[in-house]
């Protein structure tokens, strides 16, 4: 309460207000009182020197001015005033106080101008003989309309003074009574309307700084009660709304920031709204606060500008596909629409990302187009053979069965390839039935040289098997491991020339078992190293086709690993050999 500016303010101004009405009392009693003497006594003054004059008059008329001045002073002794005779132009004849030969001329007293002019005169001032405050009253002594002399009659003030300020310390007195008496009613008068104020003032502030928990203390009835109430309700009121609100947006960011979708909500003049961490992702948004800042100060693409100046300006939702330069390079599908909230309308832009399926798109395009490729040549093959022994060749002895056997080896081709089809196809759509075990490498590894023994022979190629201290399984299948080995043994020897090494190795390593496969053949050009997995990629076409690779056998590898949780890679050096090295889960033992 005592610090409360308002309290204080009302108290100030009510106690003074209180302190100026009561001082009026005295200020204006004092100058009235004042006046009210001032007259009496005047009054009482003018009296006497009527009847001061009926008895000079006849002294004064007959110029005998002998007894006057003793008549004078019995008078003034007797009324206590000071009397004084002057002549009409102005020579003291009398005085009551005074030695008349001393005295000045009196012509020039306001109170004896006044009186010859108007009958009666009076004046107030500082006598100069005695230097006290005087009033002095005068009137006429005429004879026949002639004016003769003035009879002149004179008080002291200072006792009318000495009065009139003991009066006045009295009003004074009981005006500072009286403010002092106000006081404490003041007090409580204000305190009873600042305190609601006041309490009214801490829970505003409670409620603007998010405290709704604050309730208002009720202590006054009348007006400042009902607003206590009012407004106590007003709190409870916001506080379940503003909870309302709260979890209404939490339910929203929630939706926003779990969607896949990009959401990017403008208003109007192209100020963002909102931008979810999906839409924030896909156009690569850095900065954390985009509310409020210009759309494409923020997204940097005119194509979504573009997208959402189509929508404001159109009723029908806009579509269009835009492709982000990156990287990564994205292609977005955008829906942009518009949207009016009450007064306020702007657009939406719903983004998806169509990056992966125009990828696969073109995949299975490239696909389609790489496995007519490969079909074409066998078959077309196959065709001309055929063509050939219809056309006569049939009957040439010498040459027909060789005919027959390069149709036998175009349809193994063919064969083969289907099957490798077959079987990408399965593992990589997860429909391969794998039965996992821990897989021993070692007679893995012994079956894959066996069947590659008769090509390495051919071309004396040195063929080692570098096992483990301690046996290493894998946790796979074990049809798949054999596959995953065979294809990289079979082509370490198929791209090894003549006189070569291909070394097979393995071990456990951190939970995991690596194979490495390794060979000091044609090696891989680095450009090459990195599509070397994929469908149908063959750095060496001729060879590859004339050796009876189908280009698919990296691709089974790669996908038969990763089925496992594993991975490849290839260290290669062109000329000098290549290093395949599997990583596969290792069995926990
Ligand atoms: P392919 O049936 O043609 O061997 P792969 O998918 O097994 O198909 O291999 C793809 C291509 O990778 C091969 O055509 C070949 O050019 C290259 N390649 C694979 N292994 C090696 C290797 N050990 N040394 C050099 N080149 C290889």
């Known amino acids: 309460m005592w610090t409360s500016r308002l309290f204080w303010k009302l108290f100030l101004v009510y106690g ?4 100026a009405v009561a001082a009026m009392f005295p200020l204006l009693l004092s100058s009235w009182q004042e006046s009210l ?17 009926a008895q000079v008059e006849d002294d004064l008329v007959s110029g005998k001015h002998d007894r006057l001045d003793s008549l004078a002073r019995r008078l003034a002794r007797e009324a206590e005033v000071r009397v004084t005779l002057v002549a009409a132009d102005g020579t003291v004849i009398a005085d009551s106080d005074e030695d008349i030969k001393i005295m000045q001329n009196h012509s020039n007293r306001a109170e004896l101008i006044a009186a010859a002019e108007n009958g009666k005169g009076s004046s107030i001032r500082r006598s100069p003989t005695l230097g006290i405050r005087m009033l002095y009253a005068a009137i006429p002594v005429k004879q026949n309309e002639q004016l003769i ?9 200072d006792t009318l003074d000495e009065q009139l300020r003991q009066r ?17 009613i003041t007090y409580l008068i204000v305190r009873s309307i600042a305190q609601p104020l006041t309490a009214l003032t801490a829970s505003a502030r409670a409620i603007r700084s998010g405290d709704y928990k604050r309730a208002v203390p009720l202590r006054s009835r009348g007006e400042l009660g009902e607003l206590g109430t009012a407004f106590d309700q007003m709190r409870v009121d916001l506080a379940s709304r503003v909870a309302e609100l709260e979890e ?11 969607m896949v979708e990009g959401v990017l909500a403008v208003d109007a003049k192209r100020r963002v709204l909102l931008a979810n961490r999906a839409c924030r992702s896909l156009l690569a948004i850095t900065s954390p606060q985009v509310a409020g800042r210009n759309l494409l100060e923020v997204v940097r693409n005119g194509d979504v500008d573009a997208a959402v100046n189509e929508a404001l300006t159109s009723d029908q939702p806009h579509t269009r596909e835009i492709t982000l330069i990156g990287p990564p390079r994205r292609v977005l599908s955008l829906f942009a629409t518009k949207f009016a909230a009450g007064s306020n309308h702007g657009a939406i832009v719903v983004m998806h990302d169509m990056s992966e399926l125009r990828r696969l798109e073109n995949l299975r395009r490239e696909f389609v187009a790489n496995v007519s490729h ?10 001309a053979y055929a063509e050939t022994l219809r056309m006569g060749a049939i009957n040439d002895k010498e040459h027909n069965l060789g005919f027959v056997d390069r149709i036998a080896e175009q349809a193994e081709y063919l064969h083969q390839l289907i099957l490798d089809l077959l079987h990408l196809a399965r593992v990589e759509a997860g429909q391969e039935a794998f039965q996992l075990a821990a897989v021993d490498l070692a007679p893995a590894v012994e079956r894959c040289v066996t069947q590659v023994k008769q090509l390495a022979e051919q071309k004396n190629i040195l063929l080692t098997i570098v096992s483990p201290a301690n046996p290493a399984k894998a946790w796979a299948d074990s049809d798949a491991v054999f596959t995953i080995l065979s294809n990289l043994v079979g082509n370490a020897v198929k791209y ?3 006189d070569g090494r291909v070394e097979v190795r393995w071990w456990l390593e951190d939970g995991e078992v690596i194979v490495e496969v390794q060979d000091t053949g044609i090696g891989i050009a680095k450009e090459d190293q990195q599509r070397i997995f994929e469908r149908f990629y063959r750095v060496h076409k001729a060879r590859s086709r004339e050796l009876g690779g189908t280009g698919l056998g990296l691709a089974i590898v790669k996908h038969l690993s990763q089925s496992f949780g594993g991975s490849v890679a290839l260290t290669s050096e062109i000329n000098q050999g290549s290093i395949f090295r599997v990583t596969l889960p290792a069995a926990s033992s």
């Open 374 to 383: 490969e079909l074409k040549t066998p078959l077309a093959s196959i065709k």
């Open 168 to 184: 006045q310390r009295m009003l004074w007195l009981c005006t500072f009574g009286v403010a002092v008496l106000a006081a404490p």
């Open 149 to 157: 002399a003035f009879v002149r009659l004179a008080v002291r003030l």
């Open 496 to 498: 090894t020339p003549t």
């Open 248 to 258: 209404n947006n939490m339910q929203m960011s929630t939706v926003l920031g779990g």
């Open 16 to 19: 003074g207000l209180n302190f």
């Open 37 to 53: 003497l001032v007259n009496q006594v005047q009054d009482r003054l003018e009296g006497m020197a009527l009847i001061l004059r």
